[in-house]
């Protein structure tokens, strides 16, 4: 499967501990996003990457919320001290570079999403 | 106000029955336009692209676009039961974050 893969699937954790999440963009796609989606709702945007450098955070990125991309590939998601608002689903999504070879480089792909619920 | 809206239903259309979904925006900067399908507990999934104003079609999806209205839509033509799913609009001015709707819940009925 050559999508967009995230792990862990599920995570529960409880109220003020750290978690990590981490998505596996489609290969040779430079562009890497995060979003939240909570029930009922569309995705959020939470903020992108092109090749390792973050170029925008959306305001729901508080303090507690980092990520990186640390060679321009994979990345993760940190949430520390979490909250029970922070339950939702996290999803990351990637799009390919401008290039001849790609009939649009604006499309998005999602991966499967990580659902976390914090007790 | 938010940038996009969206009916979020539900909507519900007996099998083989035509299916028209829509969304407003207020964002004049927009210029790409997605529609997802998301199915419960899983990531949307590209459904259609589309690049300013007109009609794109796929098989049995047809997107439109009129940028003076600020409005799009999705026809679904002879809808199947597995077509039930979530339709999330989508919009974004250029390479940048997606603006989606709230997404319209539709059921299929045999």
């Known amino acids: 499967d050559t999508g967009v893969s995230q792990d862990p699937r599920h995570k529960i954790t409880k109220r003020g501990q750290n978690v990590t999440f981490r998505c596996d963009p489609i290969s040779e796609h430079n562009r890497l996003y995060w979003y939240r989606q909570t029930l009922g709702q569309g995705p959020e945007f939470l903020t992108y990457?092109?090749?390792?450098?973050?170029?925008?955070k959306s305001r729901l990125l508080s303090d507690r919320f980092s990520a990186e991309r640390p060679k321009g590939s994979f990345s993760t998601l940190e949430i520390q001290r979490t909250e029970q608002g922070d339950s939702a689903m996290y999803l990351c999504?990637?799009?390919?570079?401008?290039?001849?070879?790609?009939?649009?480089?604006?499309?998005?792909?999602f991966g499967p999403g990580t659902r976390l619920t914090v007790l | 106000q938010k940038e996009v809206e969206q009916d979020p239903g539900p909507l519900s259309v007996p099998e083989g029955a035509i299916v028209s979904l829509n969304c407003t925006y207020s964002n004049s900067a927009f210029q790409y336009f997605m529609w997802y399908r998301q199915y419960s507990r899983k990531g949307p999934e590209l459904l259609m692209y589309t690049y300013s104003s007109g009609n794109k079609e796929d098989g049995r999806f047809t997107a439109q676009v009129d940028k003076s209205s600020k409005y799009i839509s999705l026809f679904i033509r002879d809808s199947q039961p597995s077509d039930s799913a979530t339709y999330l609009c989508a919009m974004m001015p250029g390479a940048q974050k997606l603006v989606f709707g709230q997404g319209t819940r539709l059921t299929i009925n045999p």
């Open positions: 999504a990637s799009s390919p570079r401008a290039s001849g070879r790609f009939t649009s480089y604006n499309e998005q792909f």
């Open positions: 990457f092109q090749n390792e450098a973050q170029l925008e």
